[in-house]
């Protein structure tokens, strides 16, 4: 389950990439990650309920009894809210506390002065069910088929922010055909030193050539943002940031937000959910966020080389062009110790 929804009081609904964690806010002295969630309210967050009780009723969902039937005696109760309390008092002065004291979003949403977009929404998730599938899931169980008949084909535009990013065979020749309608395509992930589980990175990178010779424009995100402005690197509250917001944007027309990496474990293993949000205004918005993004402050762009067809990482470096032959930022050892496991990695399960 890779879900990630959080409802209040059937009135308002965030969903996006974010696991409840420190280095989801910000909050953490090391690497942080770049995520990204939509607020929304009014009908959609009423399908995010539902799709809430969808798992809840689950027979695939158990009470934690099941696990552990014993019932604690009063003493360890008494034990157990003390320690909460505890913990409620330190993490009043933490990091994470003050950075949400400070933040820009709640001092809006204090003041009722929070800007909204009002749109058309709609949820889609992959049902409790497919978490139970032998083999591949039936197609009315996956979110990917609920996706392909609620967003509109590109046909101009398509941007693409996936932090785990494996295409495959089928994602290559849908990005090929795409291409050859004439469609640009900008994707952006993280770079060999800024992913957190390195044998994606190896799926992900077989793929790289085939995707350039096609025209498709990758980025990868660097994993320190110490030549970028002094503000984000206070929004991420260390100098350095691993991205992890899932987002595409179709022809400034459509947004899709949600949990889904463009990977084999998101499509056929995992259970997913997100937003189809159609509105202009929102696409726009994000559109440039994911322009700002790919500056090269905070990416690698990927090219081939004309002369040979290796591939080339193109950086500015203190105003001027710097480019690297091999993954920058990435020692011999994990170069290699990657490579030795990826032969016992099947690339469906990355």
Do not use: C
Request: glycine residues 6%; aromatic residues 10%.
């Amino acid at each position: 389950m890779h879900n990630k929804m959080f409802v209040a009081d059937n009135q308002a609904g965030v969903v996006g990439g974010r696991n409840i964690g420190d280095e989801y806010f910000g909050a953490r002295a090391g690497v942080n990650f770049a995520d990204m969630d939509l607020l929304s309210m009014g009908p959609v967050v009423q399908d995010l309920s539902r799709s809430f009780d969808d798992y809840w009723n689950s027979e695939w969902a158990y009470p934690i009894e099941a696990l552990h039937a014993a019932k604690p005696d009063p003493a360890a109760l008494e034990k157990g809210r003390e320690m909460l309390a505890a913990h409620r008092s330190a993490a009043q002065d933490s990091e994470y506390a003050k950075r949400l004291r400070d933040s820009d979003l709640l001092k809006r949403l204090y003041e009722h002065d929070l800007p909204l977009v009002w749109a058309p929404a709609r949820i889609v998730y992959d049902r409790p069910d497919k978490a139970g599938s032998k083999g591949q899931p039936a197609d009315d169980l996956k979110l990917s088929l609920q996706l392909k008949s609620a967003a509109t084909e590109p046909r101009a535009d398509f941007l693409i922010s996936s932090p785990y990013f494996i295409p495959g065979g089928r994602g290559v020749a849908f990005f090929k055909q795409l291409r050859e309608k004439g469609v640009r395509i900008r994707i952006v992930t993280n770079s060999f030193a800024g992913n957190d589980v390195a044998l994606v990175h190896s799926g992900y990178a077989k793929y790289r050539k085939d995707l350039l010779k096609l025209g498709v424009e990758l980025y990868e995100l660097k994993p320190s943002l110490a030549a970028a402005p002094e503000k984000d690197r206070e929004r991420f509250g260390s100098s350095g940031a691993s991205l992890h917001a899932k987002a595409f944007i179709i022809d400034r027309e459509q947004v899709f937000v949600g949990s889904l990496n463009l990977d084999p474990r998101s499509l056929d293993l995992n259970t997913e959910l997100g937003f189809i949000v159609e509105s202009r205004e929102l696409a726009e918005m994000l559109a440039r966020q994911f322009e700002e993004l790919i500056r090269p402050a905070y990416t690698y762009r990927l090219e081939l080389e004309p002369s040979d067809g290796d591939l080339v990482w193109i950086s500015e470096e203190n105003g001027r062009e710097v480019r690297y032959t091999r993954d920058p930022e990435v020692g011999f050892w994990r170069r290699f110790s990657t490579w030795f496991l990826s032969f016992f990695a099947p690339e469906s399960l990355l």
